[in-house]
């Protein structure tokens, strides 16, 4: 359940404006803009705190009701600008093209490898265990993978993860990494690497998710009236919203 106690502006509002950063990657003082365009005087700074705030809420909230996932990953890591300093953002989706889990981390040395260790540990807590895991030539994750692995083993497990390093096969995943790029670039770099966390969340649990037509029925039923979302979706999507949050 998410809190909205001690707003000064309706739930719709503020999941609109969330929903419209997140979505479209504007700077906040063009949603600001935007924002007075539709009748709704709000500063930026205060967009700002919405989002810091309420986006990783809503993307767990998405993330619980995604498709159970394929035992089959693909994990790749991209960067992003925090502090005018470039950083590991850490993405796997399976091979239908569902995120399953993301992590920024804030080293890029000899650290590497522990914070691989650390996204494959939970990307496994929240999606289970993958039969096999699909990356490029990186020593970095594939040393995290054989971390795992020999966990699972010393854990008794017999069946370890399979670990393929096979370029072409990692194409989805590194196709998927331009759809951030391309929103997370208007935004300007982010300031702080609190920020920028909750930024990703919400993009990629308002946008990713969003493909599954069940879920974006959700995220907009959050925002709109019910037959506001049956005008916008049309009549292929289901009839009822899923229960509010």
């Known amino acids: 359940m998410i809190n909205f106690r001690g707003s000064h502006y309706p739930r719709e509002v503020i ?20 924002m007075s365009e539709r009748g709704i005087q709000v500063d930026h700074s205060t967009l700002n705190r919405w989002v810091v705030r309420y986006s990783p809420m809503i993307a767990k909230a998405v993330m619980k009701r995604k498709r159970q996932p ?4 693909r994990v ?27 992590m920024l981390s804030e ?13 494959f540990k939970q990307a496994i807590d929240n999606n289970g265990l993958p039969y096999r895991v699909v990356i490029d030539k990186s020593g970095t994750n594939e040393a995290g993978l054989q971390n795992i692995n ?26 998927d990494h331009r759809f951030i790029k391309k929103l997370t670039k208007p935004m300007l770099g982010f ?39 049956v005008l916008i979706c049309g009549q292929n999507y289901p009839a009822k919203a899923i229960n509010c949050l």
Not at 162 to 170: A, D, P, S, T, W
């Open 15 to 34: 999941l609109y404006a969330v929903y419209f950063y997140v979505r479209y990657g504007v700077s906040y003082r063009d949603l600001e803009e935007i």
């Open 70 to 73: 394929m035992g089959s990953w």
């Open 76 to 102: 790749d890591e991209t960067y992003i600008k925090v502090k005018g300093q470039w950083v590991y953002y850490y993405r796997a989706v399976d091979k239908q093209g569902d995120t399953l889990d993301f």
């Open 107 to 119: 080293y890029r040395d000899e650290r590497d490898e522990a914070a691989a260790t650390l996204f």
């Open 150 to 175: 020999i966990q699972l083993f010393l854990a008794g497990w017999v069946y370890l993860i399979e670990i393929l390093q096979v370029k072409y096969l990692n194409n989805r995943i590194e196709q």
């Open 191 to 229: 300031k702080a690497f609190y920020s920028a966390q909750a930024t990703l969340a919400g993009i990629e649990g308002f946008c990713r998710k969003v493909l599954q037509p069940e879920v974006e029925f959700w995220v907009l039923s959050q925002i709109f009236r019910k037959d506001q979302v």
